[in-house]
């Protein structure tokens, strides 16, 4: 059997991925993320919760994330980024610019490509750079 939580993707294999699909990853990966640190630091009503979740997941919020742990990747990371930022978008969400949700989508890919290629310590730590920072 699979094990898709644990899955250790090559980098060959990453670049045949879409930026989309990274970002399509990424995005539940980043969400999840934020959803756990929310519940370990008592946001427990379904109500706050959800608010709360909105609050870090917008691509504004994104924006913000990246910009916070930008001058800590490596080559690789920020190559990722940088794919998933450059990569044409064809609608934006009423609540952000376009240089916003280019970012958040950078963000989006970086934690997609992290997760696909199984490097979940460095995952947590440019998460805790994000929600600590």
Known sequence: MT???????SDEQL????VLGLAHIGDAVYELLIR????????????????ETVSYVSA???????EKIMAEL????????KRGRNAKVNSVPKNADISEYHAA???????????LK???DRINELFELI???
Not at 45 to 51: A, E
Request: proline content about 2%; aromatic content about 12%; glycine content about 8%.
């Open 15 to 18: 670049q045949t991925i879409s």
């Open 105 to 115: 989508t950078g963000l989006e890919t970086l934690f997609g490509y992290l997760y």
């Open 3 to 9: 094990d898709y939580f644990d899955t250790q993707l």
């Open 118 to 120: 199984g490097e979940r």
């Open 60 to 66: 504004p919020a994104q924006a913000k994330a990246s």
């Open 131 to 133: 929600v600590e920072g």
């Open 36 to 51: 756990t640190w929310l519940c370990a630091h008592g946001k427990t009503t379904s109500k706050s919760l959800h608010r």
């Open 74 to 81: 490596s080559e690789s990371e920020r190559a990722a980024f």
